[in-house]
């Protein structure tokens, strides 16, 4: 679709349950970020990873992981998660510019639609 | 403290209407500023940026923006529009130094009516 993937594209899970968002991108991007999108809200920056090292946590909860096992793939591993988490989680990337992860151009991927229960 | 505020959460234009989507940013220094545009189940895609130069920034589908920065806006305009302009319209700022975000604002519904 855009180049960058994401999967599942829905998601239900309890609130003791452990699960995973998983992205790809196929555009040879050096940067890729997860973002969280609620209603009304500004979408919220959570990760950024640069050369597969993480630059940004914005103060997200423990119970939100990521994982960038290399710069075409990122995860987002969830557990024990509230019911306000329920969001849609958008993956995007980037190719920096001299370090400044979004500087440059986001491709966005579909989003997951997380609704925790 | 990086900001965006896009005031209106709606609104509506008729077909081939000129319209307009507002949008003031906050930034210390100068800035990056972009415009996103989010059809229904989908990601974010690009429309434009302004990062130096022409304070008139032409983008994707005929849209355009004006960098003000006596007013830090940026509004994204069209001169005509057309129904499959409706969607959730973002706009976007970064601080060319500084942390390491994307600042979104909370996003403008347009509708444009046929």
């Known amino acids: 679709e855009t180049g960058v993937t994401q999967t599942p594209r829905h998601l239900v899970m309890g609130m003791t349950n452990k699960k995973s968002l998983k992205c790809e991108q196929h555009l040879g991007h050096n940067a890729m970020y997860w973002y969280k999108q609620s209603a009304k809200k500004p979408l919220e920056l959570m990760f950024v990873y640069s050369l597969e090292e993480r630059v940004e946590n914005n103060s997200v909860p423990s119970r939100f992981s990521p994982e960038c096992p290399n710069s075409s793939h990122l995860f987002l591993h969830l557990h024990t998660l509230q019911p306000e988490d329920s969001a849609l989680y958008l993956c995007?990337?980037?190719?920096?510019?001299?370090?400044?992860?979004?500087?440059?151009?986001?491709?966005f991927g579909a989003g997951s639609r997380l609704t925790v229960l | 403290a990086q900001s965006v505020a896009q005031p209106e959460d709606q609104v509506n234009v008729a077909e081939g209407n000129p319209l307009t989507v507002k949008c003031t940013y906050s930034?210390?220094?100068?800035?990056?500023l972009f415009w996103y545009v989010q059809y229904p189940n989908r990601g974010l895609q690009f429309l434009l940026k302004?990062?130096?130069?022409?304070?008139l920034v032409k983008g994707s589908y005929g849209f355009e923006a004006e960098f003000n920065k006596s007013q830090t806006s940026f509004h994204l305009k069209k001169p005509s529009a057309l129904v499959s302009d409706s969607a959730l319209y973002f706009c976007a700022v970064r601080a060319l130094t500084g942390a390491n975000n994307l600042f979104f604002g909370t996003g403008t519904r347009l509708t444009v009516i046929p």
């Open positions: 930034v210390s220094g100068n800035p990056y």
């Open positions: 995007a990337s980037s190719q920096d510019i001299g370090g400044l992860p979004g500087a440059n151009v986001l491709t």
């Open positions: 302004y990062i130096t130069g022409d304070n």
